[in-house]
Every structure is written in structure tokens, then in C-alpha cells.
């Protein structure tokens, strides 16, 4: 069972240019979430998705937008990139909302 | 606004001592608590799920209490060893954003032989 798969591990992308973070689960799970994590300020939650055709904003949703077409991905999108989205983005998934998660491995993206 | 503070001073201890970790929160009213580790350049993996009708809860080497009076959890593990250093992350439900988890920013623990 692989879990929770992210690609690509890592990334630079220009500023300006649109990118999108793939994330697979193959646990059934009906719930999906994006965290961005930067050094002193923990783990922020981008978007959520309780199940498939379902999303919703979190903390800090400006400037990604996601969608939910499926239970096994749930894809996070830049749609023009700036320097301040440099981060490392986990993907993560619960059998249902406020549940244990599990998470991916991680996307280092650095934006210039 | 709901807040989850977690020392941000890393924690250095001998092996074979027992660590403590702090979790306070505010704003919150949850019915369970869970901690996470976290190694370099890995995504958080989980440990222990604490319920509010549950003052305490083990797991191996690992204890974790909850006191929703004091609005605190403390996370244990005894008799450390080098593999236990890691950050540690305590977690409640952000019920705001649909049920997700809202991350304290985690303290690092560094075990030395």
C-alpha cells in the first residue's frame, strides 16, 4: 500500500507561471487536505475537501485553488506563482474530517 | 481566536531521561487531541489520539494526559533514545474549516546518547 503519493518532490518555478501539485491516495479515504509548512509558522491548511466533488477554503486558501473530481486525487494549483508560496506542501487524507490524517511526503517548492 | 501554543524552544535531553512536552490551547472546546512526530523533510506521521473522557492515554513508551480544564496536554516518553528526536506537533479540529486539523508549530526534541 503506498499511502499517499505527491509529485513532483520537488520544484523551481519562475514567478508568474501556473503549476500544479499532484496528490494520489489509495486508501479510500473520503477526506483530502493541503498544508503548506514554513519555518516559524507550522503547518497552515490551504484548502480541504471532506469528499469527492466537495472542497472548501481553509487558513490560507489566496492564490491556490483545488478540485475534487474523484475520491483517490485532489490536485492544488497555482495559478500565477509568487516568491511568498515558497514552501514545502503536504497533501494529507482521513477516513472522515477531524480524523487521524496521514500524510504525504512532501513538495519543496521555491518560487523566483 | 482558537490558538495551540507548543514550547518553541527545543527540548535537549539525555537518553534514558523522560521528555515532556507541553500543548496549550485556547478557544476550543475538543472532544480529542492528537500528536503527531515529524522528521526532516518527511510529513507528519501520527501517534496518539486522546478523547476528552480520557485523562490519560499510553502507548509503548509513550503517555499523553489531557486536561480540558487547564485547556493542556502534556506529551511523555520515557526512557528516550536518540531515534525519539524529532519535532512533535499537537493537533485539534478546526471545526471552521470543515473538520481539518489546526497544527501547533511543534517542538523539537534532540536526544543525546
Known amino acids: 500500500i503506498a499511502g499517499i503519493t505527491q509529485a513532483p518532490t520537488s520544484q523551481i518555478l519562475a514567478a508568474g507561471r501556473r503549476m500544479t501539485l499532484r496528490c494520489t491516495q489509495d486508501?479510500?479515504?473520503?477526506?483530502m487536505y493541503w498544508y503548506r509548512q514554513d519555518l516559524g509558522l507550522g503547518l497552515r491548511l490551504i484548502h480541504y475537501?471532506?469528499?469527492?466533488?466537495?472542497?472548501g477554503k481553509g487558513e490560507v486558501p489566496d492564490g491556490y485553488s483545488v478540485s475534487r473530481a474523484n475520491t483517490d486525487d485532489f490536485p492544488l494549483t497555482l495559478a500565477s506563482a509568487v516568491p511568498s508560496q515558497t514552501s514545502v506542501y503536504f497533501c494529507?487524507?482521513?477516513?472522515?474530517?477531524?480524523?487521524?490524517?496521514?500524510f504525504g511526503p512532501g513538495t519543496r517548492l521555491l518560487v523566483l | 481566536s482558537q490558538k495551540i501554543e507548543q514550547n518553541s524552544e527545543a527540548l535537549n535531553i539525555q537518553e534514558g531521561k523522560t521528555a515532556t512536552l507541553t500543548c496549550n490551547y485556547t478557544?476550543?472546546?475538543?472532544?480529542?487531541l492528537q500528536w503527531y512526530r515529524q522528521d526532516p523533510g518527511r510529513g507528519p506521521v501520527f501517534l496518539l489520539l486522546?478523547?476528552?473522557?480520557?485523562k490519560e492515554k499510553r502507548k509503548e513508551r509513550l503517555k499523553v494526559t489531557f486536561d480540558t480544564t487547564l485547556k493542556q496536554s502534556l506529551f511523555h516518553i520515557t526512557a528516550s533514545q536518540p531515534a525519539d528526536s524529532a519535532t512533535y506537533l499537537c493537533?485539534?479540529?478546526?471545526?471552521?474549516?470543515?473538520?481539518?486539523?489546526?497544527f501547533g508549530k511543534g517542538t523539537s526534541l534532540l536526544v543525546t546518547p
Open positions: 475537501s471532506n469528499t469527492a466533488g466537495t472542497t
Open positions: 478557544n476550543y472546546s475538543p472532544a480529542y
Open positions: 493537533a485539534l479540529v478546526a471545526i471552521s474549516h470543515g473538520y481539518a486539523l489546526n
Open positions: 486508501m479510500r479515504h473520503n477526506a
Open positions: 494529507a487524507s482521513s477516513e472522515m474530517g477531524g480524523e487521524t490524517q496521514y
Open positions: 486522546i478523547r476528552e473522557n480520557e
